[in-house]
Each structure stands twice: as structure tokens, then as C-alpha cells.
């Protein structure tokens, strides 16, 4: 009788530990999901190219606009920017919640036409970051008849 009851005791413990170390491996994978998600976050862009300028859209929701960096080369913008968010969850007494997220975004858009980057100009509004740049070939465009 005593050994029947000792494998089984062993049994349950050997049960026990297996669950506790599946649920803990699903909570350092969810907790790493939630890592890469939350703090890799790489912006949306635009690039629109007019007769005079290279235009580029980055989003920077929710980002301040002097944690904005902006370097503009003859071929490329390159954004970074710095992020600290904290929301607070209050469902009730007496459960209260904060999420905090702070890291760095960066983002490097590469230009398809060589702009003058001494001329660009920058407006932040509304978490879109805007950037105009004059091309330094323009194409100009002619009317020609034809003989």
C-alpha cells in the first residue's frame, strides 16, 4: 500500500510541475510577444514626389514634438524619436492599473530623387511629421509644337 501511495504522490507532483512550468513558459512567451509589440514599433510613411519637391509623411502619434529628431541628407530623412506613455486603468475599487511604454522610434526613408536638405522644411501637426524637400533636379515641364 505504501508504495502504491508513493508513486502516486509522485505521479501528482510530476503532473503538478509539468502544468506549472507549461504555464510559465506561456507567460514569458506572451510576455515577450507583448515586448516585441510594444516597444518595436516602426512608423507609417509617405512619400510623394511633386515637379519641385520630395514630400515625406512619417507617423509619430502621441509622440511630443521635442522628442523629435530630424536629419535630411541629399538621399535620405532619418526620424527618431524618443517615447514615454503611462495609461491608467481604474475598473473599480479597488483595482487600479498603469501601463507604462517608453523606448525609442526610428525610421530611415530613403529618398528616390536627390533633394537640397539645407532647404527642408518640417511641420509636426496632428502625430504626422511632415517634411518638404526642393529637389535639386526639377523637372520642368514644356509645351512644344510640332512641326
Keep these: 500500500m505504501k508504495n502504491k501511495r508513493s508513486t502516486r504522490d509522485k505521479k501528482g507532483f510530476i503532473e ?4 506549472d ?16 509589440i510594444d516597444y518595436t514599433f516602426v512608423p507609417g510613411k509617405d512619400i510623394l514626389e511633386t515637379d519641385e519637391s520630395m514630400i515625406v509623411h512619417v507617423d509619430l ?18 526620424v527618431k ?6 495609461e491608467e486603468t481604474n475598473r473599480g475599487t479597488p483595482l487600479n492599473r498603469h501601463d507604462r511604454k517608453s523606448g525609442v522610434v ?4 530613403r529618398l528616390p530623387k536627390k ?10 501637426e496632428n502625430g504626422v511629421l511632415k517634411v518638404e524637400i526642393p529637389k535639386q533636379e526639377k523637372t520642368e515641364s ?3 509644337e510640332i512641326n
Design 106 to 109: 526610428r525610421r530611415t526613408v
Design 61 to 78: 502619434p502621441g509622440i511630443k514634438k521635442k522628442d523629435i529628431e530630424l536629419d535630411v541628407t541629399e538621399t535620405r530623412v532619418r
Design 115 to 124: 533633394v537640397i536638405p539645407q532647404e527642408a522644411e518640417a511641420k509636426y
Design 81 to 86: 524619436a524618443n517615447f514615454d506613455f503611462e
Design 21 to 36: 512550468t507549461a504555464r510559465t513558459i506561456d507567460n514569458i512567451s506572451k510576455d515577450i510577444g507583448k515586448s516585441i
Design 142 to 144: 514644356f509645351k512644344v
Design 16 to 19: 503538478k510541475m509539468m502544468e
